[in-house]
Nanobody, 115 residues
Framework: QVQLVESGGGLVQPGGSLRLSCAAS????????MAWYRQGPGKEREWVAT???????TYANSVKGRFTIARDNAKNSMSLQMNSLKPEDTAVYYC?????????WGRGTQVTVSS
């Protein structure tokens, strides 16, 4: 079964933190590179961060130093720790493979950064 389930979003004040989680089916996750993407209001979907199957990571410049991506291969899951959040981080966040698979999308989780 093809499945991606994102969770952990919410409303947070600027400067705050959130931790997002992604649960994936083994077919999607196992031995694949995974990534977080986001789509802000009125914006196109953009790439946020990638964690390669071997564990190395890479980040968009806009989140580098503030976000940390991690994976748990035993649980077919990954996370995104987001610190020092800014209003421009407001978006629906999605997990997917990297490169993304257009036929593999979950419902996403809403992150709103506002005072």
């Amino acid at each position: 079964q093809v499945q991606l389930v994102e969770s952990g979003g919410g409303l947070v004040q600027p400067g705050g933190s959130l931790r997002l989680s992604c649960a994936a089916s083994e077919m999607i996750f196992s031995n694949n590179h995974m990534a977080w993407y986001r789509q802000g209001p009125g914006k196109e979907r953009e790439w946020v961060a990638t964690i390669f199957s071997g564990g190395s990571t890479t980040y968009a410049n806009s989140v580098k130093g503030r976000f940390t991506i991690a994976r748990d291969n035993a649980k077919n899951s990954m996370s995104l720790q987001m610190n020092s959040l800014k209003p421009e981080d407001t978006a629906v966040y999605y997990c997917n493979q990297f490169p993304l698979r257009s036929d593999y999308w979950g419902r996403g989780t809403q992150v709103t950064v506002s005072s």
